[in-house]
């Protein structure tokens, strides 16, 4: 009789150890990575007359909920908590009133952060130099391996943009910056 007892709590224990690996394992087979549309908001950069500092474009207040955007990719299979990484896959940037004296050649350096309503300690998630050519659009390098699965759970982002000038601006500047999230 003990015997039995032992026998059925082995395979019960069985059982459940064999069930929780493979639910896992079924879950990495299921879940396939993806990048998220587009994030769009509008920015503006002020007049910049300094070009021996990095000067700030300012923040961009975006709400966001990564879990829905992973709910609705996935046919409600998987949430945020089934997520082990999210990095930048793109920060696009797009002046929608550049002229021949006011464009991104004006700029040397450009730099992206954000900070968000769970996690307020900003983090650059993407920087990088530019030609000293006229251009309306900017794409910003992500800044690699950064996981932000713990900035995005929460329902709001903030970017914080900035840059340093080659030349002066004699006009202030309106854009849109464009950020693509990879999910896996």
Do not use: Q
Not at 22 to 51: M, Y
Not at 63 to 72: E, L
Not at 92 to 98: I, R, S, V
Not at 131 to 138: G, I
């Amino acid at each position: 009789m003990k015997t039995r007892v032992l026998l059925a709590g082995l395979l019960v224990g069985a059982v459940l150890l064999f069930s929780t690996t493979g639910c896992e394992k079924l879950k990495k087979k299921l879940f396939k990575a993806f990048t998220t549309g587009a994030v769009t908001e509008n920015f503006t950069i002020p007049v910049i007359t300094d070009t021996t500092v990095k000067a700030d474009w300012g923040t961009i207040n975006n709400p966001y909920n990564i879990d829905s955007i992973i709910k609705a990719e996935t046919g409600n299979l998987f949430s945020l908590n089934d997520i082990k990484k999210i990095t930048v896959d793109e920060v696009k940037l797009e002046l929608t009133d550049a002229d021949a004296d006011n464009n991104f050649a004006n700029f040397r350096e450009g730099y992206c952060g954000f900070y968000t309503d769970v996690n307020t300690t900003p983090v650059e998630i993407a920087t990088g130099v530019n030609p000293d050519v006229y251009s309306s659009t900017w794409m910003l390098p992500p800044i690699a391996d950064i996981n932000l699965k713990d900035y995005l759970s929460g329902h709001s982002l903030t970017y914080l943009l900035a840059g340093k000038a080659r030349r002066a601006t004699n006009k202030v500047l309106h854009g849109k910056i464009h950020v693509k999230f990879h999910v896996e």
